[in-house]
């Protein structure tokens, strides 16, 4: 009997701490330990942004088109398009950001969308403002401004920026937050 004690006592012991080191070293499914901490891209890059319409998330990229690009999606739909709108200010400047996201089936279909909307007058996808979602007084036509993409992976990232009319600053500075607002497409998860 003493021995079946010390056997028993011992089995216990040994669930104790294979539990006990179970729990030090597990880790949520997930989670990368030696991951950088995750960052706000509202806030984590030159400018920071403010989120003033959207997200608008839908399957129907074609019928958030214009020009050759509602043709181009007919023959190659997309996943998902994901729209937003953000203000920026620098300077002395007020800008609105249009910032869209394309999630196609493939890398190569992503590529070949960001040909033909980085083409001039073969037309892209619909801003919030121009297809009348979102109605903001006195917001300016993204459109007319600075243009940005970047491919990664099967997702297309579309920028349009424009300066308010009643704060505008140098062209660079428009261009710079173009580029800038790239990383916005973080916030379309």
């Keep these: ?19 006990v080191w179970w729990l030090i070293r597990y ?8 991951a950088a901490p995750q960052q706000n891209p509202l806030t984590s890059g030159e400018f920071d942004y403010t989120q003033v319409a959207g997200p608008e998330i839908s399957a129907g990229c074609a019928a958030n088109a214009y020009g050759d690009v509602v043709g181009w999606f007919r023959e190659h739909p997309c996943e998902q398009v ?8 620098a300077q002395d400047a007020r800008a609105l950001v249009s910032v869209v996201v394309v999630t196609m089936p493939g890398q190569t279909g992503a590529k070949q969308l ?3 909307t980085d083409t001039d007058g073969t037309g892209n996808v619909n801003d919030l403002i121009r297809d009348g979602t979102a109605n903001l007084p006195g917001a300016p036509n993204v459109a007319t401004g600075e243009y940005a993409s970047r491919v990664v992976g099967n997702r297309l990232t579309i920028v349009e920026t424009q300066f308010f009319a009643d704060s505008a600053g140098p062209p660079e500075l428009l261009g710079e937050i173009a580029h800038d607002a790239l990383r916005l497409s973080a916030a379309a998860r």
């Design 1 to 19: 009997m003493r021995t079946a004690l010390r056997g028993g006592a011992l089995v216990a012991i040994a669930v104790v701490s294979g539990l």
């Design 27 to 34: 880790e949520p499914a997930g989670q990368d330990p030696t």
């Design 82 to 89: 994901h729209r937003s709108l953000y203000e920026t200010r």
């Design 114 to 116: 960001k040909v033909t």
